[in-house]
């Protein structure tokens, strides 16, 4: 790695030293129960309360020696860059419901917001009641509708932006309430200081490609999530792009059966030691793996096989030890609804997991994981748990 100083991941569950969290702010209070489900929430969270949980997620890494940045913070020191902002405003005016007047008038308002209030105004939205302009877009809008959508989503920095040893991922997200969380970390990564010369492996105008899709197994071997968020194309492209950086030997192409429960690969599947993996058993028999690799011109692409067989080929051991969610499958199909499987490891045999999910937790500690719990009352209602809420930037080698 070029700088283990500053980033750089290689695996899952070597020791991490460097985080990325964003601590919910306002853009959690614009959710109502008119927009939530356009926003991709389940309910109306406890703002106050999430924040409490989260800064308690934040202080169990910090206990644990894990350095914490925070998304909004980089932002707004990103913004002190003219360019930056410049790129900031023109990236969330471009919307074409705004029509002319409307995005003049924002474009200049915004530009004349110190980093601060940019930063705020590009993570919580501008509502239609919020502005004093004239013209005829504003006068046929409702006065609570947004100009420049919330983004709730930014919650789960794992999703926009991935590191694959010591190059950075900023994804392509699915889903049109999230597409412009990437334009932001796309920012924090070309003109904030702390990532100066950092390289670029993926960005937010390729194919989709989503950071909750993407396990990081071992030095040289991924494994990517198929399905709605990350298309067959994106992990063609993905691997394209690693394989010609020499990044990893192998991508496994796993295809997931998506659901809101299931909607990335880490809902149903995380590491918790170089050799065992947390599985959603429900789905852990079916689970198929393409392995591709290439020979510098062209990629070839296996058949498929269990997922366990291949990723224990891809990564030269006999076997990886499966570790189920639940007792039943009930009990595991009320688990991996709480995020029972998206566990955050911080070294080998040690994760960070909801409270909530007791009986995962106790099979985790029967194979000898230790579990450090956290509450996730008000954070799960974006279904998502510590793996997707965290984006690791700098981890050790294993």
Same mark, same amino acid.
């Not at 390289?199 to 993407?214: A, I, P, R, S, W």
């Not at 809902?267 to 170089?274: E, F, K, Q």
């Not at 030269?316 to 499987?341: F, K, S, Y």
């Given at each position: 790695m070029s700088d283990r100083a500053a980033y750089g991941?290689?695996? %899952?569950?070597?020791? @991490?030293? +460097?985080?990325?969290? /964003?601590?919910?702010? !306002? &853009?959690?209070?614009?959710? +109502?129960?008119? !927009? !939530?489900?356009?926003?991709?929430?389940d309910g109306i969270p406890w703002v106050g309360r999430a924040q409490d949980e989260h800064d308690a997620f934040a202080q169990a890494l910090r206990d644990r020696n894990? %350095?914490?940045?925070?998304?909004? %913070?980089?932002l707004t020191e990103a913004l002190t860059d003219p360019e930056a902002r410049s790129i900031a405003v023109t990236g969330a005016t471009e919307d074409l419901r705004l029509g002319d007047t409307l995005r003049d008038y924002l474009h200049s308002a915004l530009g004349a917001l110190d980093p601060a209030g940019l930063a705020e105004a590009l993570m919580a939205g501008v509502r239609n009641d919020e502005v004093r302009v004239g013209g005829l877009v504003t006068s046929l809008l409702a006065h609570e509708d947004f100009l420049i959508d919330p983004l709730p989503n930014l919650l789960f920095t794992r999703d926009s932006s991935v590191w694959i040893r010591d190059a950075v991922a900023v994804t392509s997200l699915a889903m049109p309430a999230r597409s412009r969380e990437t334009q932001l970390t796309e920012l924090i990564y070309t003109f904030h200081p702390r990532f100066a010369g950092a390289d670029k492996v993926y960005d937010h105008q390729l194919e989709h490609v989503e950071g909750g899709d993407v396990?990081?197994?071992?030095?040289g071997v991924l494994a990517v999530g198929v399905g709605e968020r990350t298309t067959p194309a994106g992990v063609e492209r993905l691997a394209r792009r690693v394989f010609a950086k020499d990044l990893a030997h192998t991508v @496994?192409?796993?295809?997931?059966?998506?659901?809101?429960? +299931?909607? /990335?690969?880490d809902t149903v599947c995380t590491m918790v030691d170089v050799d065992a993996v947390l599985m959603y058993p429900n789905m852990a028999e079916e689970m198929r793996a393409l392995a591709v690799t290439t020979d510098g011109d062209q990629l070839h692409v296996a058949e498929p096989e269990p997922f366990l067989v291949a990723a224990a080929k891809a990564l030269g051991i006999d076997t990886l030890r499966r570790i189920d969610t639940g007792l039943d499958p009930v009990?595991? &199909?009320? &688990?991996q609804w709480d995020d029972g499987n998206n566990t955050l490891a911080l070294a080998p045999r040690v994760c960070i997991a909801y409270e909530r999910t007791v009986e995962t937790n106790a099979r985790l500690e029967e194979s000898g994981i230790e579990v450090i719990?956290?509450?996730?009352? &008000?954070?799960?209602?974006?279904r998502g748990g510590p793996r997707c809420m965290s984006c690791p930037v700098l981890r050790d080698g294993v």
């Amino acid at each position: 790695m070029s700088d283990r100083a500053a980033y750089g991941v290689d695996s %899952e569950v070597g020791p @991490l030293r +460097t985080v990325m969290l /964003h601590r919910p702010g !306002n &853009e959690l209070r614009r959710l +109502t129960p008119r !927009n !939530n489900d356009k926003l991709l929430f389940d309910g109306i969270p406890w703002v106050g309360r999430a924040q409490d949980e989260h800064d308690a997620f934040a202080q169990a890494l910090r206990d644990r020696n894990v %350095e914490v940045l925070y998304l909004g %913070e980089l932002l707004t020191e990103a913004l002190t860059d003219p360019e930056a902002r410049s790129i900031a405003v023109t990236g969330a005016t471009e919307d074409l419901r705004l029509g002319d007047t409307l995005r003049d008038y924002l474009h200049s308002a915004l530009g004349a917001l110190d980093p601060a209030g940019l930063a705020e105004a590009l993570m919580a939205g501008v509502r239609n009641d919020e502005v004093r302009v004239g013209g005829l877009v504003t006068s046929l809008l409702a006065h609570e509708d947004f100009l420049i959508d919330p983004l709730p989503n930014l919650l789960f920095t794992r999703d926009s932006s991935v590191w694959i040893r010591d190059a950075v991922a900023v994804t392509s997200l699915a889903m049109p309430a999230r597409s412009r969380e990437t334009q932001l970390t796309e920012l924090i990564y070309t003109f904030h200081p702390r990532f100066a010369g950092a390289d670029k492996v993926y960005d937010h105008q390729l194919e989709h490609v989503e950071g909750g899709d993407v396990l990081a197994l071992g030095p040289g071997v991924l494994a990517v999530g198929v399905g709605e968020r990350t298309t067959p194309a994106g992990v063609e492209r993905l691997a394209r792009r690693v394989f010609a950086k020499d990044l990893a030997h192998t991508v @496994l192409a796993v295809p997931i059966a998506q659901q809101r429960a +299931t909607m /990335h690969l880490d809902t149903v599947c995380t590491m918790v030691d170089v050799d065992a993996v947390l599985m959603y058993p429900n789905m852990a028999e079916e689970m198929r793996a393409l392995a591709v690799t290439t020979d510098g011109d062209q990629l070839h692409v296996a058949e498929p096989e269990p997922f366990l067989v291949a990723a224990a080929k891809a990564l030269g051991i006999d076997t990886l030890r499966r570790i189920d969610t639940g007792l039943d499958p009930v009990t595991a &199909e009320r &688990e991996q609804w709480d995020d029972g499987n998206n566990t955050l490891a911080l070294a080998p045999r040690v994760c960070i997991a909801y409270e909530r999910t007791v009986e995962t937790n106790a099979r985790l500690e029967e194979s000898g994981i230790e579990v450090i719990r956290i509450s996730g009352s &008000e954070l799960g209602s974006g279904r998502g748990g510590p793996r997707c809420m965290s984006c690791p930037v700098l981890r050790d080698g294993v």
